[in-house]
């Protein structure tokens, strides 16, 4: 396993609960907006490899959430450098190496595809070319044996959600618990996923077991949205 970000003391401790496992994984400090360190990082793995079976493409900048019609411009190109084009970046570099091993590229979108709540515009039209960019590649790739798939996660209960959802409550004088069942009941299974969960999703597009799928979003939601 190739664990790639940013910050080198995450990946650590990342690697270290991989390590736990019984597994090892390689770290590579990388910003994958730059075309150096993303070719460092193909050539890493396959240093250390001798092969790239799949690409998991989770790096995410918040995108402003702003009307579109006052939307900062700057803003939004940064937004798509980050989570479009730097997929596109990753996914290139690794092609010739996905090609020989017959892999596969899971991309992480989100489940604002499925609606067009207010402010979130900039945040839908990132997602929607993330998700565009991944559809096209599978019908370029399909023919050379790689395939492409997306998973969508809605809200994931994890450090980040708990502490909105602690703000939310503090907001409104109620308890997390209560602003938590207010949204799990929005659901149809009534909760709302957790990471190893999306995770899952993820383990199985990469998986042979996925190996008629591509071109695909499978979305992780417990049920929010129907697509």
Same mark, same amino acid.
């Given at each position: 396993?190739?664990?790639?970000?940013?910050?080198?003391?995450?990946?650590?401790?990342?690697?270290? /609960?991989?390590?736990?496992?019984?597994?090892?994984?390689?770290? =590579?400090?990388?910003?994958?907006?730059?075309?150096?360190?993303?070719?460092?990082?193909?050539?890493?793995?396959?240093?250390?490899?001798?092969?790239?079976?799949?690409?998991?493409?989770?790096?995410?900048?918040?995108? !402003?959430? *702003? /009307?579109?019609?006052?939307?900062?411009?700057?803003?939004?190109?940064?937004? @798509?450098?980050?989570? =479009?084009?730097?997929?596109?970046?990753?996914?290139?570099?690794?092609?010739?190496?996905? =090609?020989?091993?017959?892999?596969?590229?899971?991309?992480?979108?989100?489940?604002?595809?499925? @609606?067009?709540?207010?402010?979130?515009?900039?945040?839908?039209?990132?997602?929607?070319?993330?998700?565009?960019?991944?559809?096209?590649?599978?019908?370029?790739?399909? !023919?050379?044996?790689?395939?492409?798939?997306?998973?969508?996660?809605?809200?994931?209960?994890?450090?980040?959600?708990?502490?909105?959802?602690?703000?939310?409550?503090? /907001?409104?004088?109620?308890?997390?618990? *209560?602003?938590?069942?207010?949204?799990?009941?929005?659901?149809?299974?009534?909760?709302? !996923?957790? !990471?190893?969960?999306?995770?899952?999703?993820?383990?199985?597009?990469?998986?042979?077991?996925?190996?008629?799928?591509?071109?695909?979003?499978?979305?992780?939601?417990?049920?929010?949205? @129907?697509?």
């Amino acid at each position: 396993m190739v664990l790639a970000a940013r910050t080198e003391s995450y990946l650590g401790e990342v690697a270290k /609960k991989v390590a736990e496992t019984g597994r090892r994984a390689l770290v =590579v400090p990388t910003d994958v907006t730059d075309d150096a360190a993303a070719e460092r990082l193909v050539q890493a793995a396959l240093a250390e490899y001798g092969r790239v079976d799949t690409v998991v493409h989770n790096a995410f900048a918040m995108p !402003p959430m *702003q /009307k579109l019609t006052t939307v900062d411009l700057d803003a939004l190109r940064l937004s @798509h450098e980050i989570n =479009v084009l730097a997929a596109l970046r990753l996914t290139r570099l690794a092609v010739p190496a996905l =090609v020989e091993a017959g892999g596969s590229v899971v991309m992480i979108n989100s489940a604002v595809l499925r @609606h067009s709540r207010r402010t979130f515009g900039a945040y839908k039209m990132a997602k929607s070319g993330l998700l565009a960019l991944a559809q096209s590649l599978s019908t370029e790739l399909g !023919p050379r044996g790689v395939r492409v798939n997306s998973v969508a996660p809605s809200y994931i209960w994890a450090d980040t959600l708990q502490m909105y959802f602690a703000y939310l409550a503090s /907001k409104r004088g109620v308890t997390a618990e *209560q602003v938590y069942d207010d949204i799990a009941a929005t659901t149809d299974l009534r909760r709302l !996923p957790v !990471p190893d969960e999306i995770a899952d999703a993820v383990v199985f597009l990469a998986s042979d077991l996925a190996r008629a799928i591509t071109g695909h979003c499978l979305d992780v939601n417990a049920g929010e949205f @129907h697509h």
